[in-house]
Nanobody, 114 residues
Framework: QVQLVESGGGLVQPGGSLRLSCAASRSIFSIGFMRWYRQAPGKQRELVASITSGGTTNYADSVKGRFTISTDIAKNTVSLQMMGLKPEDTAVYYC????????WGQGTQVTVSS
């Protein structure tokens, strides 16, 4: 199993920015595929963004053009740069490594509010 530790959450005003980071206990390159999910109160967990070790990215329609996922292979981290934040982005954000064993971080709270 991969140990994942998220950081970077917090309270931000609408229109603001945050950068989330996820540190993995093993090589991101060897995992091959990383994801960010989020779960808002009373809602199901949803996929926000994903990235392959080759750099191919995918985003939920709701965050396209505002969020950017990236990796630092040397540091075994995956980041989520969030810009133009909206109140509906408020959620706990989770880092996920689906391989070799589906692994999750503890989550980091993002609150967008004035």
């Amino acid at each position: 199993q991969v140990q994942l530790v998220e950081s970077g959450g917090g309270l931000v005003q609408p229109g603001g920015s945050l950068r989330l980071s996820c540190a993995a206990s093993r090589s991101i390159f060897s995992i091959g595929f990383m994801r960010w999910y989020r779960q808002a109160p009373g809602k199901q967990r949803e996929l926000v963004a994903s990235i392959t070790s080759g750099g191919t990215t995918n985003y939920a329609d709701s965050v396209k053009g505002r969020f950017t996922i990236s990796t630092d292979i040397a540091k075994n981290t995956v980041s989520l740069q969030m810009m133009g934040l909206k109140p509906e982005d408020t959620a706990v954000y989770y880092c996920n490594a689906p391989f070799p064993v589906d692994s999750w971080g503890q989550g980091t709270q993002v609150t967008v509010s004035s």
